[in-house]
Every structure is written in structure tokens, then in C-alpha cells.
């Protein structure tokens, strides 16, 4: 399945974009789905509209649009005469990739990183040996480019620009699978690596291996070698884990990273 290259590029701007509110709307859903996953609005808390136009200074028909849509997310139920239930995380759209970016802004970052991370490492592999046997000409040309950009980028140090191709890199393989399901992945793949940068957990310079892997991997792929392609995305995704396990202890010791 080829994937549209303006989509794509969307979705990455989206993802290497630091969240901004453009309206009252969306302050309040984002304010609102924060506090809940960071557990300021615990499981089982009811409440009334009208608490939560005063505790965020909203408007009722703010609030009313607002949680209309962290319901969408399962965040929140709404029940006329008894009032706002706070859900528990059994019940939330974890892929969403907004609620994604929250938990990783909130203090159970590690326990997501090590959650999509694990869904990384189940998936990507298979995506990068379907896509061998499935891209097209022109996306295998357009993946050996990226790969070699992404060296240049990382030898140069520019972390954001390392970023924007390297969730280009992933989305792409995921949607070369030719599987749709797995192409849907793509924005929680972005947000992951977005929250590696954006929040301390990346080295100051990618490392050469893991530069080299992703060369291999989009050589693999565009030669239809799939256990080649599986075999180094594996190590990419595994070497990514481990950097994220070193940098998280290393913030939770004195002198460790802030923001990590």
C-alpha cells in the first residue's frame, strides 16, 4: 500500500511541533486530560460542571465541548444528575496520540516509554519485513534518502532535524507494510520518538550503530531481504529501549538531566 507523502509529512510536523493551544477549547481539554493522567483528577472523582468551569476557568459551553471529547478519548462519562466521572486507564484510547503525549509530559513517563517501547519492538519488525516483500520503486528510493539523511543529520548533532526524518523513516516503513492496521501505528511511533527528544532521553549526538542500523534496515528492505530488514529494525528498536533505561537512571540520580 503506497502512503500519501503530504500525509506523512503532516503527521510529522504534528509530532515534532511542541502541543500549542489555539483556543479556549483546547486549553481546557488540555489542562483537563494532563491533571487526569497525571492522577490530580483521580479514577472514581465525580464532578460538576460547574467545578470545572471554575477550577479552569472555562465557560460552560467550553467545558461541555471539551469533555465531549475526552470522552472520545475514555477519559471521562458524563451522566445527567450525577455529574463528570473521572475513568481509569483501562478505559482510555492509549493510542490516541494526543493522550500519548500527555502521559509521557506527566510523571509515569517510564512506565509509557517502556509501554510503547515493548509495542515498537513487537511491531516494527514485522513492518519492516512486510515492506520488503511490498514498497514501491519510488518509497524505496525515498527510504534509502532518508537513511542517508539521517546520518548526515546525526553527524552534524541537529537532534530536531534527526527527529522530523526519523519519524518520517518509521512512518514510512509502517506504511509500506501494506498492512492497514499497522500503518495506523504511525502516529504513536511519532510520538514516542518525539518524547525521547523533547524530554531529555536522547544522547546529544544519535549514536553511529544506531545511524548504521537504520541504513541497513531501509538497504534490507528496498533489496526485498525481510529477515535482514526484521533482524536490524530489531536492533533498532532494542538499542532505543536501552538508551531510554540509561537515561532515565541517570535523571534520577544527583546531577542527572533535567526534564528526563
Do not use: C
Request: proline share 3%; aromatic share 4%.
Amino acid at each position: 500500500m503506497n502512503s500519501d507523502p503530504v500525509q506523512r509529512r503532516e503527521r510529522v510536523a504534528m509530532a515534532t511541533m511542541p502541543a500549542k493551544v489555539h483556543s479556549r477549547h483546547n486549553r481546557f481539554v488540555e489542562m483537563m486530560g494532563q491533571q487526569i493522567t497525571a492522577g490530580e483528577l483521580p479514577e472514581g472523582e465525580v464532578l460538576k460542571s460547574e467545578e470545572l468551569e471554575e477550577r479552569f476557568a472555562s465557560s460552560r459551553s467550553v467545558v461541555r465541548e471539551g469533555l465531549r471529547v475526552l470522552e472520545t478519548l475514555g477519559m471521562v462519562a458524563s451522566r445527567r444528575n450525577v455529574g463528570v466521572s473521572i475513568l481509569g486507564s483501562s478505559s482510555w484510547n492509549v493510542f490516541d496520540p494526543q493522550l500519548i503525549r500527555w502521559r509521557l509530559a506527566g510523571a509515569n513517563r517510564q512506565a509509557q516509554l517502556q509501554s510503547l517501547t515493548q509495542l515498537r519492538s513487537a511491531v516494527e519488525p514485522l513492518a519492516a519485513g512486510l515492506a520488503a516483500r511490498a514498497i514501491s520503486v519510488a518509497d524505496g528510493r525515498r527510504l534509502m534518502k532518508i537513511a542517508g539523511e539521517l546520518v548526515a543529520t546525526g553527524n552534524a548533532g541537529d537532534l530536531e532535524a534527526f527527529l522530523a526524518l526519523d519519524i518520517e523513516f518509521h512512518s514510512l516503513i509502517l506504511q509500506a507494510s501494506g498492512n492497514e492496521m499497522l500503518s495506523h501505528l504511525d502516529s504513536a511511533v511519532a510520538e514516542v520518538l518525539a518524547g525521547r527528544t523533547h524530554h531529555g532521553l536522547m544522547p546529544d549526538k544519535p549514536r553511529q550503530e544506531a545511524r548504521h542500523l537504520h541504513y541497513v534496515v531501509a538497504d534490507a528492505i528496498q533489496r526485498g531481504m525481510a529477515a535482514e530488514a526484521e533482524a536490524a529494525m530489531r536492533g533498532i528498536v532494542t538499542q532505543a529501549g536501552d538508551e531510554m533505561a540509561t537515561a532515565m537512571v541517570g535523571s534520577a540520580e544527583p546531577g542527572g538531566a533535567p526534564g528526563a
